[in-house]
Each structure stands twice: as C-alpha cells, then as structure tokens.
C-alpha cells in the first residue's frame, strides 16, 4: 500500500541492521545481496494524466538499481561537462547540444525498457547514447569527428547512432524525428514484435504540425509508440509560455492519452515508462510529458541566462538535480557513505578524463571517406564518385 | 512538330578548354531545346578521358540473384514504334503502363514480405491512377496502406520503417505534393546513410506522376528532378515505357538506395508488350532508343515520344539522329552517353521542365 507521504519510515529494527550489514559489504559489487533487498521509494509529486489511469507513486527498487543509477547519471554529468570545456578548446567545432540536468528522463527510460525496444531523439543525444550501451570513447570520437566514432566521425554531435541497441539517432531538423518514430513502430508492428518506439521531441518541436500528422496515424493504426516530450521550458531562448498557447504537452494530444511525469527524478521517469510502454504495445500511442531542466544553455553558443536568471538556475540545482536525489536516496537508506559516493564521482571523473585522452589520440577519418557510404553498393547500383574511377553495376 | 535545330560542333575531345557556345531555342513555352556544355570538368581535361573499362555495358551479368531463374539481362527495349514481339522468347503480354506497374508491384511485394506501400488512396480506391488496384485486398490493409492526407509524415514514416528493415514504396499522388515531405527525403532520405557511418540504410521507393498533364494548373504540373537532383544519396529514375516502368519499379524495390521513380501522368494508357518472364531494368543504364550517327539527343520521360515525331522528320531531311533514353536521372549512364557523344560530337537535350530551372543546368554543373 502506499506508504505516507513523507520518506520511508525511519528506523525499524530489522531496516537498521539490514543497512548496517549493507555498508559493510562492498558497494558497486554484483557478489553482495544488493539485488534481494526492495526498497519501496515514492516519486516526488503523483503523476497527471490525460484521458488514462496513471499509475502509482510508489515503486519498489534495490540498492544495486539505485547506485546504478547514481552512477550512470555521474557518468553522463562528467561527460557533458567535459564537453564542454573540449568545445572551449575547440577541440569539438560545431553544434553541441548538452543534456546535464536532464539525466534522469535517459537513465529512467532505460530502465524501464529492454535493448530491443526502439528510441530515436532529436539533436540532444550524447546521454541517451550513453544510456543505450554507447561507450565514452566513441561518444567523445565522434564530438571531435575521429574516426573510431559511432558514425565514424560522419555525424557529429546531431547524429549518433547505434543499430545494434536499437538507437534510431540523433537528428537534426527539429521534429523530423517524430513521422521517423512512428515509422519505426510501424515497422515494429508488421514485423509483429512486440516492441516498442521512444520518440523523445522537446517542447519546442511540441508545436510542429509533423507531430500531429504523426499523432495521428500513430493512434489510427494503433502504432506502438510512446512520444516523450522533454519539456524543458525553453525552446532555445523561447520560454514555453511565449511559444505555446497551451504548455499542457501532455493534453495536447486530444484523443491521446498522456501523462505528466516530473522528469528529474528517475523514479517517476521509469515508472511512467515502464507504464507507457505496457499502455502502447496494448492501445496505441500515448504521450509523456517529462518536466525537466537544462542548466546549459540550448547549445555551446548560447550562454542560457539571456532569456533565464542565474537564480533560476541555481534554485533548480538545488532544489530538483536529478543527482542529488538520488545521493539523498542512498544516504537516508545508508547504503553508502558521503565518502564513498565522493570516491565514485573522482574515479567516474577520471574514467571520463581517460576516455578523453584516448579520443584524443584517434585520427581523423581518411578523405576518401567523403565519397564513402553516400549510395550503398548492392543490387544494380554503385555510384561514382566524382573522379569517376568508379564503374556502374551490371545487370545480375 | 518540327523543330528548327542549331546544331554546332563542340569541340569536345580537343585539348583546348571548352565553354562552347550556348543556345536555346524556344519552341513553346513548355519545351526547351538546348545545346548545353557538356559537364564542365570533362571539358577541362585532355584525351581519353572516359575511363571505360569494359565494353559489355549490357553483359548479361552472370551473377543473377538466387531467387529468380530467368532473368532478361537485356535492358535495351525495342523502338515504340515497332510492332509485336519484345526481346523476350515467349509472345510476351500486352499491358498498359499503369499495369505493368503494377505487375512489378504485386511480383515484389509478393517475393519479398517486406515489401509495403503506403501512400494516399492507395488501397481501397486502388490508386489514384490505378496503379496499385486489388492489391489491398491481396495482400491486407496494412501493406497497403491508406495514408491520411499528411505527405511529410507518411513520407517519414516510410523512412522510419525503412530504417527498421521494411521496404516501403511511398506513392505521392502527384510529384508535386511530395514538395512538402522535402525535408524527410532530403534530410533523411537521403543523408542517413552517411551521417550514421553505413549503419542505416534506406531502400524506399518513392514514386508518382508528375509533369505536364491535360490544363491540370501549375500545382499539379511540376517536375521535381531538379530539386532533388542535389540531394546527396537519392537515386532519381524515371520510366518512359511500360518495359520499363515494370523493370525500372521492380530494380527500385530491390535496391538498397532511396531511389526516386518518376512517373508521367500523360504515359500511364501507353499500351505495349512486354516479356511473360521476369525482369529488370538497370537502374543506371540509360537506353539507346534509336541508335544514329549525326546527332545525340538525350531526352526522358514523356519528352522521348515527341523526340521520337521528331526523329520521323529528320530522317526525311536527310539526318540521322541518335535517340537515348537517359531513364537513370542521378547518376548519370555517363557510358552510354559518353560514347554516343563520342561519336556524334553533337548533343541535344529535350526536356520537359520549367524555364527556370532544368535538370541537365543542375547535373551539367555537378560532378556526376
């Protein structure tokens, strides 16, 4: 039953002496009972929904989830923020979308789904990268346009992709992911899957008519597909307020059912997932809106406090980082020490500062690169490149 | 319709540098002969300068695909204007081009399940020019999909599905209206093959008529291989007979590149004879329709009728002109091409488009 509104019941004899056991055993490590233990832990704020039941705020978790977590939203901090001081040093030319703050709706997802379910994002990918099994190295490669990058440095920051985990990219154009989305849903339903599309958009792209268009064949063929809007308020330098008549994402889609989720705790982000994903492989499209937080601004060549004060930044730092939640989690459970979680951070730091050195190290792609996988050589094609060395294909 | 024609010799193996006169003349406001310099970066270099490595542009490829036992590797069609029999062993059929469209069609989606069409009133109505009638009700609702009226999202639809290994033919009712999926053919068509490094591919099909019809308006008459001619990664074909329209369709299905078939409003009643056994068109072969010594004029589509009216008269007065086919838009048969022009000296361009913009100004000025 749901437990009263404040955090978990302080010390219960059995509780105490569980966590005392837990802390002598050695943290991040797959040999102690860190999977038996449940944890029950309650969202923040209870979920609004839209022409559905949401679900509870209650959900039950283990500390090997919940350091995992810890740890996987470090990663991604440390990552972003080494990014962007790369970007200072112009070591990553170009557009670079940064997604600290916003961890805990790339992390969630990921737990509430399995590596067959499809997710396809807009240009603020590196953490959903991340999420899916992408590893630092390649990330970082193909920031700086190596070649050991995940398109081999062909992409760039817009344009990560991992076929293998089922991460559909990485797109450029704002809202053109989402027909993309449905598309992959429909391609999951006629190869009759039983799997299901993330089509993450922002609340800028939430007023692009392709997202209705899309809505709407989605719900008429009942297309497995969740569409996330990551409302992070500020559609580069417009406040939602300013750009949307109604900032209700989640409402917008009528006869689609929605929910409101508060995107910076990772608890709310899973459950309202793990819920979408059963409510989309049953009825067809449902919309999340995850109510999140950049605290870089739109890209590396946007400062973010022209159009935001610093207090409302800090204040959000303070009072909602996705991280510190789950540090106050782990420390009123005990499952860990201030100390210890320090330490983690400072080898996650040095993990990342590796990572960067080996990138580093990785050259650039070959010139001949430029002509190479713009056609796909196969069945009556091959195309020439503009020296025209290349001969056409002959019939088979 | 005679035409008044200017031909010049270009001095086009010579080793001095090019920019050979340019002329245009008008015949209607619809029309546009031109002689065109041909691509520049040829012009500038010096002897031979066709690298052509083997002779058998028609070869019959031995390395047919496993599936189908009696392919026809000729892809060059008979002249429109002879009678009966096609290249085939067998009587062959008749059809009209919309049929044989869907004759390719209702083969592929029927060899391969991951073949799917999706577009407006394809389905129950049978398509808006009948070229995917009944196969709604063979092959069900969901490979035949009835789009509602949103051409950039079902256009990215097909994509995204093409992404998860689907092979979408996308019907845009008119060529026009795919005007408004440019960004999903573009963007995403077109470039994801590239900016994922090889991981995505695309093998849509994306098909429709477009061109001059009957006083249909400007909206509905336009021809897009212009636009889409930059579009880095997108194959443009477009049929002229039914021979090809059913080759040409099934090549596109079959190949792994977004492939852009152009279909002509005008040509969907043209009746013709094709092969019973199954085949396939080059999707880079161009066609050498009437082969001559004088003159090369390259046309497509609808434009290769009218070049052939007009071939009648030149023969009468005393000429005799090489007809080709272009049929593969981007890239350019620049074998055939090349070695009509080789040896002839002299081109001529007949294409349907707009003043404004023309498909052979766009590929004259590309390094194709």
Known sequence: MAMAAHRLPSSSPLRSSLSRILRFSRLFSSQSSDDQTVLTVE??????????????????????????????????????????????????????????????????????????????????????????????????????????????????????????????????????????????AFGQKYSKDETATFTLYGDGAANQGQLFEALNMAALWDLPVILVCENNHYGMGTAEWRASKSPAYYKRGDYVPGLKVNGMDVFAVKQACSFAKEHALKNGPIILEMDTYRYHGHSMSDPGSTYRTRDEITGVRQERDPIERIRKLILSHELATSSELKDVEKQIRKEVDDAIAQAKEIPMPDPSELFTNVYVKGYGVESFGPDRKELKGVLP | MAAAMHTATLPFFSSSSSSSAYKTINVSGRLRLGLAPLPGSLAGRKGSIFVIRSEAGFASGSNARARSSKLITNAVATKPDASASSTGSKPGHELLLFEALREGLDEEMARDPRVCVMGEDVGHYGGSYKVTKGLATKYGDLRVLDTPIAENSFTGMGIGAAMTGLRPVIEGMNMGFLLLAFNQISNNCGMLHYTSGGQFTIPVVIRGPGGVGRQLGAEHSQRLESYFQSIPGLQMVACSTAYNAKGLMKAAIRSENPVVLFEHVLLYNLKERIPDEEYICCLEEAEMVRPGEHVTILTYSRMRYHVMQAAKTLVNKGYDPEVIDIRSLKPFDLYTIGKSIKKTHRVLIVEECMRTGWHWGQSTSSNH
Do not use: N, W
């Open chain 1, 43 to 184: 969202t923040s704020v209870p979920f609004t929904a839209h022409k559905c039941d949401p679900p509870p705020r209650t959900i039950d978790t283990t500390p090997k989830e919940l350091l995992g977590f810890f740890r996987e939203m470090s990663v991604m901090r440390r990552m972003e923020i080494a990014a962007d001081t790369l970007y200072k040093a112009k070591l990553i030319r170009g557009f670079c979308h940064l997604y600290d703050g916003q961890e805990a709706v790339a992390v969630g997802m990921e737990a509430a789904i399995t590596r067959r379910d499809a997710i396809i994002t807009a240009y603020r990918d590196h953490c959903i990268y991340l999420a899916r099994g992408g590893d630092l190295v390649s990330a970082l490669a193909e920031l700086m346009g190596r070649r050991a990058g995940c398109s081999k440095g062909k992409g760039g920051s817009m344009h990560f992709y991992k076929k293998d985990a089922q991460f559909y990219g990485g797109h450029g154009i704002v809202g053109a992911q989402i027909p993309l989305g449905c598309g992959i």
